[in-house]
């Protein structure tokens, strides 16, 4: 904490893991050499810079951009971009850390990283979003590379946003890799990436499940966010037979007694994707109940997918969804649950699992993104569909293995710590103090 004052959100992170590992490393002395948990906990790299643009009424804007290198341990840096006011130095290192062990966890040969600025893309043109992008590329595009760093989107940064900053870093390159993954179709995008999270968050909540013989069949569903991995962990809930209730985004909660209809999900994606609207809006529109300044978790459900932002599930709110019959919490977004709300789900024997694990789909495609433009190939959706279903299941297959506590019982918290530790550690330990 010392030598990271005013770092909220990456000391959580730290402290999540730490506590996982504690008792493995007691037993697996090899992990206490070398320097090994001190050198994890430290980026390798942190760039920071200055991003300038001129806004539509010709006056210039200045915001802070940033880049975490945080492991290149088992591959190039790899992480997403985020553009959202609340974006400083402690979210981006909590981000990039966890990106680390999640990137490990898809098997995929992908260190950890991650970026961003404080740039809030509400409300601005779309050509204010375009130079913004350009700006922040032409700084970004020095510290990255196909096997340096590989960037994509998160919070705030779309498919347009990283089609602006890889044409951007193409154009400043000179190489027609563009680095980015969730690139265009039309220019090296896989099919299923924008997909991925969500579709890979709802897989793996199916896996939970099924240790119990049950699936999302008839399940009530609340999804909190209303962005790209809350969109299509709706789509692929509702697939799967489950019906939704809830969707959110800052400004309150949309909720839906009856389930969301395919029809009404199709209206909200082009609602959100193509006019940017505000939930509250949709709600209008269609005739559904908003709560304003609400988050959607007292709202009763089987199966709660927190797919927003960081600390948006506190213990509260977990005990509200637990005292409700909640079976199932899968994280689509990083670390939205606090670590006492994560703890009071285990203690009550809830299937819990962390973003870490469940929502590694969206990096896991990104990861057949590069293999694919690696071999100048692309596969079909139902190829790379196939590929996240299957890593989704390895996932899981490993945080059972690595989570089974002496009384049997499973927590997917020191499971998927664990497993993703292991890969991670063992690389740093063969190649040395570096
Ligand atoms: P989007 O920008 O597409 O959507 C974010 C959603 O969350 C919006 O509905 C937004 O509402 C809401 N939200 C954001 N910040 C806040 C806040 N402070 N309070 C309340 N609501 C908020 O982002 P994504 O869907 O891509 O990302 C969502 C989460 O998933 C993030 O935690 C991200 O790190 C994680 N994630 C994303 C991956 C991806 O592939 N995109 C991969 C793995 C994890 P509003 O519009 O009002 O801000």
Request: aromatic share 8%; charged share 20%.
């Amino acid at each position: 904490a010392d030598r990271n004052p005013g770092q909220p959100e990456f000391l959580q992170a730290v402290t999540e893991v730490i506590e996982s590992l504690w008792p493995f490393i007691a037993v697996h002395r090899k992990y206490t050499g070398q320097g090994l948990l001190d050198r994890l906990v430290e980026p390798e790299r942190v760039v920071m810079f200055r991003v300038s643009w001129v806004d539509d009424r010709g006056d210039v804007q200045v915001n802070r951009g940033y880049r975490i290198q945080h492991s290149m341990a088992i591959g190039p840096y790899k992480g997403g971009i985020r553009f959202h006011p609340s974006v400083n130095l402690s979210v981006l290192k909590f981000l990039a850390f966890e990106q680390t062990f999640k990137n490990a966890l898809t098997t995929l040969p992908m260190g950890g990283g991650k970026g961003g600025a404080d740039f809030d893309p509400k409300g601005k043109s779309n050509a204010e979003v375009m130079r913004f992008c350009q700006a922040f590329a032409s700084e970004l595009f020095r510290h990255v590379g196909s096997d340096t760093d590989v960037p994509a989107g998160d919070i705030g940064v779309g498919g347009r946003e990283v089609g602006y900053m890889a044409g951007m870093t193409k154009k400043l390159s000179n190489r027609a890799d563009c680095v980015f993954t969730g690139k265009g179709l039309s220019f090296g995008g896989s099919l299923i990436r924008p997909e991925a999270t969500g579709y890979g968050t709802v897989y793996f909540a199916e896996e939970m499940l099924k240790t119990r013989k049950l699936s999302l069949q008839d399940m009530r569903v609340s999804i909190s966010g209303s962005g790209n991995v809350a969109q299509y962990a709706a789509e692929k809930a509702m697939m799967l037979g489950a019906s939704v209730v809830t969707l959110s985004d800052s400004g309150g909660t949309l909720v839906d007694e009856a389930g969301l209809s395919a029809e009404k999900l199709a209206m909200l994606m082009d609602f959100k994707n193509n006019q940017h609207g505000r939930l509250v809006d949709f709600a209008v529109q269609i005739g559904a109940k908003f709560e304003a300044g609400k988050r959607p978790w007292h709202v009763p459900v089987d199966i709660a997918m927190p797919c927003a932002t960081q600390n948006e599930l506190d213990e509260d709110d977990a005990a509200t969804l637990i005292k409700n019959g909640v079976i199932c919490v899968a994280e689509g977004a990083n670390m939205p649950t606090t670590i006492a709300a994560g703890q009071l789900f285990e203690d009550a024997n809830v299937l819990y699992a962390p973003g870490k694990a469940s929502n590694a789909g969206g990096v896991a495609t990104s990861g057949l993104e590069m293999s694919q433009n690696a071999q100048r190939l692309s596969w079909s959706r139902d190829e790379v569909d196939a590929r996240l279903l299957h890593i989704m299941q390895d996932i899981h297959a490993a945080c059972l293995e690595h989570g089974k506590g002496p009384n049997g019982k499973v927590s997917y918290i020191d499971g998927a710590n664990i497993a993703g530790f292991v890969k991670v550690a063992d690389a740093m330990l063969a190649q040395g103090v570096i």
